[in-house]
């Protein structure tokens, strides 16, 4: 029988829903039989949690300090335990240094065994971009963490459903920042990572729909600096000409009308809400983030921490079940 890809799960912030979630996915029997989830935190943080919550304990622990000597031989979900010097009396929902520093210990954690190949793939739990600021890590989120740990330079944030799967050309980064930030290379980027991870999702040619960045895009000219004519159509002939299926740049107030939608696989964004806020929309409960471009593969879920719900056992496990699978499905795929 094949082996099962282990894929490490940040719990993320500690203070957030990730501790309450993890717990849930060590359980999950739906993640069990096509993977070992192992996931990467404070044991003693999901302790509390499974007390609170009145839940059974953690099942199997390992510490970070046994994992080099025993990782191969692992083969049923597993907390592996970095206990971290997060204060014992931090509050759920609140935003603390010591939280934003645990969060930003376990991705590096996980990104190193991944490139170490002691780890097939990552799924990432939510972290509070506030906590690693008041941490002093200066990243603004996962995607930038992930690409400067690896050292990677092509890279593009995509998040995925069965309704809707969006990638976006820019991410964090303020609206007056954004058309600075385009060009033809990095659209063209952002096109040609998508094609390829759409090829391995759906195993076949994708169909993709590029939006562009002013309304009605850019109307040749009436709106904005030009950028349609500047980069996006560029970028999108380059693309047609590497015999990728690309269409665009259509205006993005009606890109994502249903009849849009039918007949494409994925859109290229050029920025965060765009591409977000159908996305959202559509699929809340069930899209996935994937980071494109990175020499392992990360998947995540695409809510944040919910601290106003964290701890109460009531937040929904289902986009980080899917972000397991799918990060499962594609370390399968990349053998």
């Not at 107030?253 to 939608?261: C, E, I, Q, S």
């Amino acid at each position: 029988m094949p082996r099962l890809p282990r894929v490490a799960i940040t719990m993320g912030d500690p203070a957030g829903i990730g501790p309450e979630l993890c717990l849930r996915l060590l359980r999950e029997e739906r993640l069990t039989s096509v993977c070992v989830p192992l996931v990467i935190g404070d044991a003693g943080v999901l302790a509390r949690v499974a007390t609170q919550l009145q839940w059974p304990a953690v099942p199997r622990i390992i510490s970070a300090e046994q994992w080099p000597d025993v990782w191969h031989t692992v083969t049923q979900a597993t907390v592996i335990d970095l206990h971290p010097q997060t204060e014992t009396t931090f509050e759920p929902g609140v935003v603390t240094a010591a939280c934003g520093r645990a969060a930003y210990d376990f991705i590096l954690w996980a990104i190193d065994e991944a490139l170490a190949n002691r780890v097939d793939a990552i799924a990432t739990g939510p972290i509070h971009k506030e906590a690693l600021h008041a941490a002093g890590i200066p990243f603004p989120g996962h995607t930038e963490i992930l690409a400067h740990r690896t050292g990677t330079d092509r890279w593009c944030m995509m998040l995925t459903s069965e309704a809707i799967t969006c990638s976006l050309v820019t991410a964090h980064i303020g609206y007056r920042d954004v058309p600075d930030w385009l060009s033809v290379e990095r659209i063209g980027q952002t096109i040609e990572l998508t094609a390829a991870a759409m090829r391995r999702i759906r195993g076949r040619e994708p169909r993709l729909l590029v939006c562009g960045l002013n309304p009605h895009a850019g109307e040749h000219g009436l709106f904005g600096q030009r950028e349609e004519e500047r980069f996006i159509l560029p970028a999108i002939d380059a693309a047609r000409a590497l015999g990728i299926n690309v269409q665009g740049p259509l205006p993005p107030d009606t890109a994502f009308l249903p009849k849009y939608r039918a007949r494409c696989d994925a859109y290229v964004c050029m920025y965060h809400d765009q591409g977000l806020i159908p996305l959202k929309t559509l699929a809340f409960e069930e899209a996935v983030n994937i980071t494109l471009g990175l020499p392992i593969i990360r998947t995540s879920v695409d809510h944040g921490t919910a601290f106003d719900i964290a701890w109460q056992g009531i937040a929904d496990v289902s986009s980080f079940v899917r972000a397991v699978q799918l990060a499962a499905r594609l370390a399968i795929a990349s053998d």
